[in-house]
């Protein structure tokens, strides 16, 4: 008996090593950085996506007070978990640590998790790096404001239409004067007062 309970337990031991490695993978791995902290903003766990996110070790943070960051803008979605509730950030960040500008979108909610055998009543935040996405999304938007100024200037009717849906994409400013506000119309409809297709707004 005592031989049977012995080996029972030691699949058990080897069950849960299993599992453990598994969710710690898994844990480290996801493309999002978590950061696991108490109710008193003390920073209890992160996994290895947070700390590539900032660029920091696990020392750097561990047992750090989220209130003592150098960048209040995010402070508050952390406070929002102490009242109970869900928390959210999105914006220019200067991490504390290291003094890198990103941008970063921040989700924070209460959460309940054990950790070193202790049930800890606290929050999760769930970091996204958009730096990159941000700045590509600035450089498309600097050239369309630049090529809206280009056209804007020239003494002459400009549009751009979707070659597939004949939806009229983009009009200057001597276009709205000729014809008016169009933008999201069917060319043919637009301009010419058709109901279907004409050999003008074709595509070749």
Do not use: W
Not at 55 to 63: G, K, T, V
Not at 155 to 175: G, H, Q
């Amino acid at each position: 008996e005592n031989s049977r309970l012995h080996k029972e337990l030691k699949f058990m031991k080897t069950d849960l090593k299993l599992l453990y490695k598994r969710y710690s993978e898994i844990y480290n791995s996801v493309p999002i950085g978590i950061l696991l902290f108490n109710s008193d903003l003390k920073v209890i766990d992160t996994n290895n996506t947070f700390l590539k996110i900032f660029n920091i070790e696990s020392s750097d943070i561990i047992n750090f007070n989220l209130a003592e960051i150098s960048d209040k803008r995010i402070l508050p979605s952390f406070l929002q978990v102490r009242k109970g509730f869900e928390g959210f950030y999105d914006g220019e960040y200067r991490t504390t640590f290291k003094n890198l500008d990103l941008y970063i979108s921040v989700h924070t909610k209460p959460f309940t998790f054990e950790y070193d055998d202790e049930i800890i009543r606290g929050g999760i935040a769930l970091f996204k790096d958009i730096t990159e996405h941000t700045l590509a999304e600035g450089a498309v938007n600097k050239s369309y404001d630049t090529f809206q100024r280009v056209t804007d200037n020239v003494n002459a009717v400009i549009y751009v239409i979707d070659p597939e849906s004949f939806r009229i994409l983009f009009m200057n400013t001597k276009a709205n004067e000729v014809f008016g506000e169009k933008v999201g119309d069917i060319c043919y409809q637009a301009f010419f007062g058709r109901t279907s297709q004409c050999e003008t707004c074709q595509v070749k």
